[in-house]
């Protein structure tokens, strides 16, 4: 089991900033491919953003790439999502994932799950 909790979420204007951690506990969090996805109100949960147990591979929804920087520390046992030239679209709540398959987080079919924090960017 891994239990995963999401923090940093807040309202911040467009143009700012925020940055998302994701603190997991549990089984051995170097050994867990992690992600980000998100979900605005009346639309599907999207993909944001994956990294590799190791850290050494990303992925980036296009719309944030050069935005978003996926990152994590495995001895704290914690992911992050730095978020910056925020935009009105991207008003969410943001969720991280776990999954001993990086395949299996790009395709939001993990078995882990934190609860979420809500971004709210303002125009």
């Known amino acids: 089991q891994v239990q995963l909790v999401e923090s940093g979420g807040g309202l911040v204007q467009a143009g700012g900033s925020l940055r998302l951690s994701c603190a997991a506990s549990g089984r051995t969090f170097s050994s867990y491919a992690m992600g980000w996805f998100r979900q605005a109100p009346g639309k599907d949960r999207e993909f944001v953003a994956a990294?590799?147990?190791?850290?050494?591979?990303?992925y980036y929804k296009e719309s944030v790439k050069g935005r978003f920087t996926i990152s994590r520390d495995n001895a704290k046992n914690t992911m992050y999502l730095q978020m910056n030239s925020l935009k009105p679209e991207d008003t969410a709540v943001y969720r991280c994932?776990?999954?001993?398959?990086?395949?299996?987080?790009?395709?939001?079919?993990?078995?882990?799950w934190g609860q979420g924090t809500q971004v709210t960017v303002s125009s």
């Open positions: 990294i590799s147990d190791d850290g050494v591979s990303t």
């Open positions: 994932t776990a999954s001993s398959s990086l395949v299996v987080v790009l395709t939001k079919h993990s078995n882990y």
